[in-house]
């Protein structure tokens, strides 16, 4: 059996501010300079499908939290980070270009050690309910 795989791989990532910086600077940052080197990236042009960040206004997240009694995260963004495969998103994690920016450009907006929290989800989703498909 091979241990290639063809099943995409999301990458979720829970990204918290350096301290010192606003949510406005953060998302300015993270939005602008960081997307720009990181998509510029050889590796990620070839195999990330797809890179969405998630930003929020000054007090959604922790209004919505609260509404919904959830604890407060503390977390200032969220990005979904798709990849083709698992080889493709290790490639990704594995290269140089990478690896240096993560140490270089990470520390100018992100909170240090604990830059972020990151999730996995591995394959096509089963989708049960869908309102816009029903409309």
């Known amino acids: 059996m091979s241990s290639s795989s063809i099943s995409p791989v999301k990458v ?19 939005r602008g ?3 720009e080197y990181f998509l510029a990236l050889p590796v990620v042009k070839r ?6 960040q998630y930003h929020e206004g000054i007090d959604d997240r922790s209004k919505t939290e609260d509404a919904l009694s959830f604890p407060q995260s503390g977390w200032d963004g969220v990005a979904f980070v798709t990849f083709d495969s698992r080889e493709g998103a290790a490639e990704v994690f594995n290269d140089p270009a990478f690896k240096e920016l993560a140490a270089t450009d990470s520390p100018k907006f992100l909170a240090q050690p604990d830059v972020s929290l990151y999730m996995m989800v591995v394959g096509n989703p089963e989708v049960r309910y869908d309102a816009e498909a029903t409309q």
């Open 12 to 30: 979720i990532i829970f990204a918290k501010r350096k301290e010192g910086m606003t949510k406005e600077e953060f998302s300015e940052y993270w």
């Open 33 to 35: 300079p960081h997307a």
């Open 47 to 52: 195999r990330c499908l797809k890179y969405e």
